[in-house]
């Protein structure tokens, strides 16, 4: 079946311009996560969707970040004004549950110039 | 403050060796511990999950350990191999900020070497 996929691969963009990252969860599963790693960093929590419940939006680092989820189907980060440190690869994963194992997509590497 | 600790300096051993890796926490009282293994440029993968009251659980080469008094876990890989060579993550469930989630450790890097 299909994993955890993620839109675009890689992106590059002009500081002070919007972007928006797109994460397709495993079908069924109720629990959506994003995060951030920069370069040789651990992950980041940025926003955690479960079910039809309020997102927990603790991790976003600004309120130039935001995200949405349809339901129980697909995902957008999005950030805008983009600055040089937002610069990193933004991860997403899905889980059945909120403790159940995460299954993790490719990632998306975001580069601001 | 609630805390997730893993040995930030890399772990070198020598192929064949048992590789030992260690998750601390402090102010949680997870239900589950989960371990995960992340290469360059990927996302992590899962690799165990241990409940609260087993003791340890081993999936072929791999065994882990979860110690709630100590509020520990104890990753080993035996007869390491240089494919071994990645960061272990580790995570737990946690109820933080009203809202039961899983929460990731640094990672500890692992290299293996023949």
């Known amino acids: 079946g299909a994993g955890v996929s993620q839109s675009p691969s890689n992106k590059v963009t002009e500081k002070g311009k919007d972007v928006e990252l797109r994460c397709d969860p495993i079908?069924?599963?109720?629990?959506l996560y994003w995060y951030r790693q920069r370069l040789g960093q651990g992950l980041e929590f940025l926003i955690y969707?479960?079910?039809?419940?309020?997102?927990?939006k603790s991790g976003l680092p600004s309120d130039r970040f935001s995200a949405e989820r349809t339901g129980e189907s697909v995902s957008t980060l999005t950030i805008q004004r983009t600055q040089q440190e937002d610069s990193a690869v933004y991860l997403c994963?899905?889980?059945?549950?909120?403790?159940?194992?995460?299954?993790f997509g490719p990632g998306t590497r975001l580069t601001v110039l | 403050s609630q805390k997730i600790e893993q040995n930030s300096e890399a772990l070198n051993i020598q192929e064949g060796k048992t590789a030992t890796l260690t998750c601390n926490y402090t102010?949680?009282?997870?239900?589950?511990l989960q371990w995960y293994r992340q290469d360059p440029g990927r996302g992590p993968v899962f690799l165990l999950l241990i409940r609260e009251n087993e003791k340890e659980k081993r999936k072929e080469r791999l065994k882990v350990t979860f110690d709630t008094t100590l509020k520990q876990s104890l990753f080993h890989i035996t007869a390491s191999q240089p494919a071994d060579s990645a960061t272990y993550l580790c995570a737990l469930d946690a109820l933080s900020g009203g809202y039961n989630k899983l929460i990731f450790g640094a990672g500890t890097r692992l290299a293996v070497h023949p």
């Open positions: 102010n949680y009282s997870p239900a589950y």
């Open positions: 079908s069924g599963h109720t629990a």
């Open positions: 969707f479960q079910g039809n419940s309020a997102p927990d």
């Open positions: 994963a899905s889980s059945s549950s909120s403790y159940n194992e995460q299954f």
